[in-house]
Every structure is written in structure tokens, then in C-alpha cells.
């Protein structure tokens, strides 16, 4: 069919319609509601009443004057800082190992990846709060080896720490990128390396890294966002209340209670935009960073 | 194929099925009722609406149930996008945002006609009163109660929690208990110093108000700090659980420290005592909350548990009030709806469910009966905010409790954030 070119002009309105569930989807699922949030962030609209203009008066608290969403800002800066590169490296390790052609390879890179589908749930935050709970199963392992451990998910020292560890669990479709990236290593550079006295340490220093720059660098932009983003894991473990004491207040988690909990929607609203900037600001400043550290050629 | 076939005879089915239900739901008033709830108040609730189809042929009523979680955000879209449900359960917190915003029917003038209120006591009535005009109806009358394990207090020789235990005795009783139990990871009380009703109680044993009739926040910086060094003490005391074992309680009857076996006493309420004990082994028994010394009446009152009102965008107004009189004054819908959503309003309808109630009804019963003499009026109403200010105390609660500030400087703090959420609205 696609041979004839009468056949293919009378495919291009087709085309467009099979095209037209995605228009419709972006345009009215997702263009639409954004820019109606977009001027929604400057009314106070509740959701019950009609919106009144404020102007630029919710940006200005965010800003200035609202407490919680410095706590909130630092709580996710905490998470992004700690979960990305303990997310990669770890994903970079496991896939350097899987890589050595052990055998079954196709099952622990199932295993592996395993995590990665099931760790957006609510089912695997529950069980994160049971396993990481004062009679968990975390604290049952260390009473064989003679420790009393803390109720990790519930007090406010270390709950942030266990929203990272479940990230960091979750290295599975990072690790599958890696993976790729190293199948595509070109062999001999190694085997040059070898020949000339290269430890195995200097070779991954050396070669691997800089070869695998572009793959790190797509690897730390997408967890990096997604990090910003994260919102299951807080909401479950702490129910919602992003406690103890706003320990694990994700900024998200604080957008979504002013929305739903006090149905401040114009607020809200301004919240995200500003969510939006910021991650769209980080991912910005990666790119430009990315001109000094990633090499595309080899 | 015979794929297809199956496939194209089940379709057919359903397309008869649709056309079907259509052309009932044109021929009939369709009318939609929105409860929150668990199974049990679902089964009862769908049964009382059929037994009215089946009496008024002309209406379909549609039932729509999600948790108390969900509840609110969706009601709250629904009436965003004008489309409410026709009858919907309200809640006493909930009720003047709803009416003063225009959401909710004004029913004075339906009363005596199609809303049958006879033999409801004043106190029943002005639960639902907003401004001086009636928006919601009582499903049930409760008040706040603690539930406690009564099974485990008699095996250990403790005495029942029997009105009036002043605060002062509560806090001894507790670590006595702790003591005699002998056990690690099991505690008297629950950490309450998070919990807005047990607060409120304690506010008004002193002579306060959560909330004054102005709408602001009732307590001074002073009764606050006292408050969290009561609570700050009874950790001390061992009376109740240290603070990482209360973070977990999400103040339900499925995660509270009560039901997780970490605790013998919980803060409640009455109408929640079927709840909590389908998930409890041990026998449970109600008891008001501590009394304050000198005091011989309790802060606590007596409130609807939940009540019905009728969306204003309605478009059935007299069908909908109708429904709702039915779930609230018929005799033959009380016997299916029992007590679960507390005692009913109606002298009839108790009268008529009474011989028919099982233990743990009778308890609930009794419970309303012994208090009433002694509990206060209801309080002013709450201001907006007000729910946001219960997310506050439980944090600010939790930061004494993890010793990140003193009683004293979290009085201060509570009250300028309480404020400050209720002057933002």
C-alpha cells in the first residue's frame, strides 16, 4: 500500500485520524487543563464557589511568606540530592556486573527490573511501612545480630532515609539503559587498555565513564525529574499527612493538601506552575552542564 | 468464529441491557444518594433505598459510596462541576462550608410536610442548623467517647474508666496500667495530645472554647502549652506511647494504636465502638473522656454522627427531601439501618428498633442515655480552616513528642498558626 503514491496522499487524512486520539488526549487531556490551571493560579477558587481574581497574591505567599513550602522545598531537595546519584550509581554497578555475561543473565535482569514495576504502587509503599516500622522486619533481622532499631518510618530523624532506600530500590529501568549503553562499548578499546598495563579500576575511570557520559546524563536528567515528582511513596507512608512532624513533606505532597485537604485549587495551582518552572530551571541547568562533562563521540 | 459470536451475543446483551436501564431511568425520578462508609453501611443503606423503590415505583435512587478519605475531594469536584448528588451524608465539620456556600437546600420549609422531624429533640435538630436555617438532618445521635479494652482492664484488676476520672486520675490510672501489664510495647493510653476532639473537651472543661462564636481560635497560648506538657508528662509517666509508635495511627479504627494491640485505650467515638470491635479480640466497653477537676459537667455533647442534606442544583427538590424523611423518621428503614450510624433521632424509630438491638447497639444506647445529664450544649461552629487547624495540632503534637520544642514554645507556636489558617480561611 505504501508503495503507490496515490495510495499515499489518500493516506495522509488517514494518517491525521489516526493521529486525531492523540490530539484530542494532549489538546484537551493535557494542554487544556494545564493552561486552565495556569490561570486558576492567580484566583482563590475552592472548588465550591467561582473563582475570584487575586492577581499575583498566591505567588507572592509561596514566596514570602508560607513556611511550609520552604520546609517542603527542602524535605525534596534532601530527597533529589540523596535518591538520584545513590539511584545511578547503584543501577551503574548492578549493570556493570549483570554485563560480564554471566549466566541467565535474561532472569536477574527480569529480577532486577522486577522493583521498577511494582515501585510506583501503594501496594510496595504499605509494605515499605511495615518492613521499616519498630517491630518491622528490618528490626527483627538486626535484633539477630543484637540492635534495637529505631521505628524508621515513623520518626522524623530517619523517614526521609527510607523514602530514599525505596528509590534507590527502584534502579531497575535505569540500570536496563545502562546496560545498553555498555553493550555498545566498543570491545577493542578495552583490550588495547589491557594490553598496555590498564587496571581494571583505571580502565572504568577512563573509558567507561566518559564513553557512558550521554547514557548518564539521560539516566540523571529523567530520575531527576522524576524524583522532583514523587508523591505515592510519601503519601502512603505517611498517610498523607507528609509527617512526622513534615519530615516527609515532598513538595508535591504539600501541593496536594492544599488542593484536596483545604481545597485551596488556586493556590494550588500556583504551587505546581512554580514546580514546573523549577524543574524545568534544574533540567535546564543540566543541559548547560552537560557541554563540559558529556562526550558524545568517541 | 466462534470468538467473535460470543464476543458479538455478549455485546448484544449489554446493548439490550443499557437500552434497558435507560428507558427505566427515563420512566422514573432518578434520584442519587452519596454516603461514605464501610461494607455494613453499604448493604443496609442499598437496602433501605430498594424498600423505597419498591413503595415508590416512580423513583430510581442511585447509590454512590466511597471512604470517609475520598469522601470530601469528591464531593467537592462534584459540586465544582454542578453535579452534586441529589441526597448526600454530611458531616457537622463540613456542613457550614457547604451551606454558606451556597451548596446545600434550606429545608425549614419542607418540615412538617415532606420531611417528617416529629419526636426529634431540639439538640438533634440544631446540629444541622447553619446561621438559623435547617441544611442537614441526623442520621444518628453520638458524641465522642473513649473505647477501651474492658476485657484486658478486669483480667488485671483495673478499675473501669466509670465518669468522672478527672485528668490528674486518667494520667496515673494509665501508668498503673502500663505497669500492670507487664508487657513491652503495650501501653495504657493512646498519645491523644494530637487529637482535636480530645482537645476540644479538655479546652471546654475549662471553661473555653475550641472555636469562639466569632469564629476564632478559642484557646490562649498558655492552655496550649498545657495541654502538650499534659501529654509531654504522660509520655514521661509511660502513661501512653511514645511518639514513634502514635505516628503510625492515622486515627482510624484500622491503624489506631487500640487496634494494633499497642494500647488499652483509644479516643473515639461512640457510634465507631461496632467498628472497632469487629477488629479487636478483646471485649471493648465506652467511657466519657476525662472530666476536669471541679467541674462536674463534661466538655463533651451530644452531635449528629453524620447527617443527610440535599444538594442545592437539585433538580427534584421535593423527591429528594421525601427520600431523605424516609431514611430518617420511616420505622421500617430504621429496622434496617439500625444503629450504625449512631442512635436515631426519632423516639419512634428507637422505639421500634430497640427490642431488636444486639449487644454491642445496647452498649452504644446506654452509653448516650448515661451521658446526656452531664454533657455541655453544642459549641459555636467551626471556622474555615478549622480542619487544616486538626493537621497542625496532630504535628505540632508530634514535634513535643520527638522533643524538638517544649510544651511551652509549642503553645506559642500552635496558637500563631492556628490563627494565622483561620484568618486565611
Known sequence: MAGRPTARRRGIPAGYIFLLPWFLGFFGLTLGPALASLALSFTNYDLIGTPGWVGLANYVRILTADSKVAESVRVTLLYVALSVPFKLGFALAIAMILNRGIAGLPLYRALFYLPSLLGASVAIATLWRTVFSGDGLLNKVLLQFGIHGPSWVSDPDTAIYTLVALSVWQFGSPMIIFLAGLRQLPRDIYEAASLDGATPWYQFWRITTPLLTPVIFFNLVVQTIDAFKAFTPAFIISGGTGGPINATLFYTLYLYQEAFGYLRMGYAAALAWLLVIAIAGVTALAFLSARRWVHYEA | ?425
Open chain 2, 1 to 425: 468464529m466462534g470468538t467473535i459470536e460470543i464476543g458479538r451475543r455478549a455485546l448484544l446483551g449489554t446493548t439490550a441491557a443499557l437500552i434497558a436501564a435507560r428507558a427505566q431511568a427515563q420512566a422514573a425520578t432518578r434520584l442519587r444518594l452519596y454516603w461514605w462508609g464501610g461494607v455494613e453501611r453499604a448493604e443496609r443503606t442499598n437496602k433501605t433505598a430498594e424498600l423505597y423503590t419498591k413503595t415508590h415505583p416512580s423513583i430510581a435512587v442511585a447509590g454512590e459510596t466511597v471512604g470517609w478519605g475520598d469522601y470530601w475531594t469528591r464531593l467537592a469536584t462534584q459540586a465544582a462541576g454542578r453535579n452534586m448528588p441529589d441526597v448526600v451524608q454530611m458531616d457537622y465539620g463540613y456542613i457550614f462550608e457547604y451551606a454558606r456556600r451556597g451548596g446545600l437546600l434550606a429545608l425549614d420549609s419542607y418540615v412538617g410536610k415532606e420531611l417528617d422531624l416529629s419526636g426529634f429533640d431540639a439538640a438533634s435538630i440544631d446540629g444541622g442548623k447553619v446561621d438559623g436555617k435547617i441544611y442537614g438532618v441526623s442520621l444518628g445521635l453520638n458524641s465522642t467517647s473513649i473505647v477501651y479494652d474492658r476485657e484486658s482492664f478486669d483480667a488485671l484488676g483495673l478499675a473501669p474508666l466509670a465518669w468522672p476520672v478527672t485528668w490528674e486520675d486518667f494520667a496515673t490510672r494509665m501508668a498503673a496500667a502500663t505497669k500492670a501489664l507487664k508487657k513491652d510495647g503495650v501501653w495504657g493510653s493512646t498519645d491523644a495530645g494530637g487529637s482535636g476532639p480530645a482537645l476540644e473537651v479538655w479546652l471546654r472543661g475549662r471553661g473555653k472554647e475550641m472555636y469562639t462564636a466569632e469564629g476564632k481560635f478559642g484557646a490562649s497560648a498558655a492552655d496550649m502549652a498545657d495541654w502538650f506538657a499534659y501529654w509531654a508528662e504522660m509520655r514521661a509517666i509511660g502513661a501512653c506511647v511514645p511518639p514513634e509508635v502514635q505516628a503510625l495511627d492515622k486515627l482510624d479504627v484500622d491503624t489506631s494504636v487500640l487496634t494494633l494491640g499497642k494500647a488499652l485505650v483509644g479516643f473515639a467515638n461512640s457510634n465507631q465502638l461496632v467498628g472497632y470491635q469487629a477488629v479487636n479480640k478483646k471485649k471493648l466497653d465506652l467511657a466519657m473522656y476525662p472530666a476536669t477537676k471541679g467541674n462536674p459537667k463534661s466538655g463533651q455533647y451530644l452531635k449528629p454522627s453524620q447527617m443527610l442534606s440535599i444538594a442545592a442544583t437539585t433538580r427534584n427538590k421535593e423527591e429528594a427531601v421525601k427520600l431523605m424523611s424516609f431514611f430518617i423518621a420511616d420505622t421500617e428503614a430504621g429496622k434496617l439501618l439500625g444503629v450504625e450510624r449512631g442512635i436515631p433521632a426519632s423516639k419512634k424509630v428507637r422505639e421500634v428498633i430497640a427490642p431488636s438491638l444486639d449487644a454491642m447497639a445496647t452498649r452504644m444506647s446506654s452509653y448516650i442515655a448515661e451521658i446526656a445529664p452531664v454533657v455541655s450544649p453544642l459549641p459555636p461552629p467551626p471556622p474555615k480552616g478549622a480542619g487544616e487547624v486538626l493537621t497542625l495540632l496532630l504535628r505540632t503534637n508530634e514535634t513535643v513528642g520527638f522533643k524538638k520544642a517544649t510544651p511551652a514554645a509549642a503553645g506559642s507556636q500552635f496558637l500563631k498558626d492556628a490563627t494565622d489558617i483561620i484568618s486565611r480561611g
